[in-house]
């Protein structure tokens, strides 16, 4: 592998650059060139039309050595004979060299480009696929807010508050990103109301793709704007080709957009006449705050839909082969939060410690205080458990094993980042057995 590459962004306004090459490929670098405010000279026998009125100055011949004297950067843009001279001068001039889609003769490469005012996002990948830089650009593109360049303009005045009161460097990013929220916390004023602005709350399912509902991929197909949580699988983003995407998800231990900001965003999107989707993990009113959401759009006066999804909750048990309900072995369920034991403690005392399925989303790093619990409630330390992490996706991880040993449960280091559920109650036992139709499953519920 070649070495590195260093990212650099350079001030070429009114200063020479010789282009060599006067076809298509020069017409594109000559068009950048220019834009960015380069004194372009083209050399080349033939130069077409509209690289000549791009350029500053066309020199009609073959290329000379010397035509690079006192450029600050070479564009070699004809043909690998040429360009290979080029580059030879170049390297003799100590002088960079861009090579338009001949890496092998360049010594400086352009990137994909994504700007919104002051914000410039470069993609390169060395001048090896140029292709792939194209389509990662228009990924960025879709991803990135239309309204970046004010974020510049808000940074930069923060910036110097920063330095006039000596804010230190680790508190300067989350007060930045309060500052963001605040931008869309009801301190603007109220845009003119435009029709057929409607927002959908879409339950996404568990991750793959297959698992989303009919309704969901239409209201995506459809969609301006997306507003998506950190566990959506981004696969799904392609769904919505005209939608701008705008990632809002929670960011583990870190400040992200707030739950006000992420109600006007909606509020604000609808309210432009724009068709919005609000996409989130499994369903929107299982532990995904969509209650919130409707409510806030309902007092907003904005219309609005539901569009159920189908929840980890279930998921990750039946795509494990585990029944959440199974006659005669677990009558009902309940499904809690493992986030605050403060909350879920009471709603787990008052299970009976048999013929009840516990389901837990969020609780994978409170497993150890989860089992003590219901063990001293009078769960038997054989009671199956399970931990399913990634259901649905291809680095999916299923642990089973008795409640005793749920705390200790290992979690290989590689699958440490993705979302968990645990199943506690007898219908753990049958995990994999069942959705494999394995003779042991009937022998691990006796
Ligand atoms: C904030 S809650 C949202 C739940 C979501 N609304 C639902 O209905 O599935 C996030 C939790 O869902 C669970 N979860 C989401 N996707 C999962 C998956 N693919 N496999 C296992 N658990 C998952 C995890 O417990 C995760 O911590």
Same mark, same amino acid.
């Given at each position: 592998m070649s070495a590195p590459l260093l990212p650099l962004f350079v001030k070429l306004a009114g200063r020479p650059v010789v282009v060599v090459g006067g076809g298509a490929m020069a017409a594109l670098r000559v068009r950048q060139l220019a834009e960015v405010g380069a004194r372009v000279t083209v050399v080349a026998p033939e130069v077409r039309e509209e690289v000549a009125r791009a350029a500053g100055a066309v020199v009609r011949r073959g290329f000379l050595p010397e035509d690079l004297d006192g450029a600050w950067l070479a564009v070699a843009a004809a043909t690998p004979e040429v360009n290979r001279a080029v580059a030879a001068a170049a390297e003799a001039r100590r002088l960079l060299v861009n090579a338009v889609d001949d890496p092998e003769h360049a010594s400086a490469y352009t990137a994909g480009v994504v700007r919104r005012g002051e914000a410039t996002v470069a993609i390169s990948t060395g001048g090896r696929a140029p292709a792939l830089a194209g389509l990662l650009r228009e990924a960025i593109d879709a991803v990135l807010p239309r309204e970046l360049g004010r974020w510049v303009e808000l940074g930069e005045a923060e910036r110097g508050a920063w330095k006039r009161g000596k804010v230190p460097l680790a508190t300067r990013r989350p007060m930045l990103l309060r500052k963001l929220?605040?931008?869309?916390?009801?301190?603007?004023?109220?845009?003119?109301?435009?029709?057929?602005?409607?927002?959908?709350?879409?339950?996404?399912?568990?991750?793959?793709?297959?698992?989303?509902?009919?309704?969901?991929?239409?209201?995506?197909?459809?969609?301006?704007?997306?507003?998506?949580?950190?566990?959506?699988?981004?696969?799904?983003?392609?769904?919505?080709?005209?939608?701008h995407c705008f990632h809002v998800g929670k960011r583990a231990g870190r400040p992200s957009v707030?739950?006000?900001?992420?109600?006007?965003?909606?509020?604000?999107?609808?309210?432009?006449?724009?068709?919005?989707?609000?996409?989130?993990?499994?369903?929107?009113?299982?532990?995904?705050?969509?209650?919130?959401?409707?409510?806030?759009?309902?007092? %907003?006066?904005? =219309?609005?839909?539901? $569009?159920? !999804?189908?929840?980890? *909750? /279930? +998921?990750?048990? #039946?795509? @494990?082969?585990? &029944?959440?309900?199974?006659?005669?072995?677990?009558?009902?369920?309940?499904?809690?939060?493992?986030?605050?034991?403060?909350?879920?403690?009471?709603?787990?005392?008052?299970?009976?410690?048999?013929?009840?399925?516990?389901?837990?989303?969020?609780?994978?790093?409170?497993?150890?205080?989860?089992?003590?619990?219901?063990?001293?409630?009078?769960?038997?330390?054989?009671?199956?458990?399970?931990?399913?992490?990634?259901?649905?996706?291809?680095?999916?991880?299923?642990?089973?094993?008795?409640?005793?040993?749920?705390?200790?449960?290992?979690?290989?280091?590689?699958? %440490?980042?993705? =979302?968990?559920?645990? $199943?506690? !109650?007898?219908?753990? *036992? /049958? +995990?994999?057995? #069942?959705? @494999?139709?394995? &003779?042991?499953?009937?022998?691990?519920?006796?």
């Open positions: 929220n605040a931008l869309y916390d009801g301190a603007e004023p109220a845009p003119a109301r435009a029709p057929g602005g409607f927002v959908s709350l879409v339950g996404a399912g568990p991750g793959d793709p297959g698992l989303l509902t009919r309704r969901a991929a239409e209201r995506l197909a459809a969609a301006d704007l997306v507003l998506y949580d950190a566990l959506v699988d981004a696969e799904l983003l392609r769904l919505a080709p005209r939608a707030s739950q006000r900001a992420i109600e006007r965003l909606l509020i604000r999107g609808a309210r432009r006449g724009q068709r919005v989707v609000r996409l989130k993990c499994g369903d929107p009113f299982v532990f995904g705050r969509g209650g919130e959401e409707a409510l806030a759009l309902a007092q %907003a006066g904005v =219309p609005f839909e539901v $569009v159920p !999804g189908l929840s980890s *909750a /279930l +998921a990750a048990p #039946a795509l @494990a082969g585990i &029944p959440v309900t199974h006659r005669g072995v677990a009558a009902g369920f309940a499904v809690v939060s493992g986030h605050a034991e403060a909350t879920y403690g009471p709603l787990v005392d008052a299970l009976p410690p048999t013929g009840v399925t516990l389901v837990v989303l969020m609780g994978v790093a409170a497993r150890a205080a989860l089992a003590d619990r219901l063990r001293a409630r009078g769960w038997s330390a054989s009671t199956p458990a399970a931990l399913l992490l990634g259901a649905s996706s291809a680095e999916g991880f299923t642990w089973t094993g008795p409640l005793s040993a749920l705390g200790e449960a290992p979690i290989p280091p590689e699958r %440490a980042h993705l =979302p968990g559920t645990l $199943v506690v !109650g007898a219908v753990a *036992a /049958l +995990a994999s057995a #069942a959705h @494999a139709d394995h &003779p042991a499953a009937s022998a691990r519920l006796a």
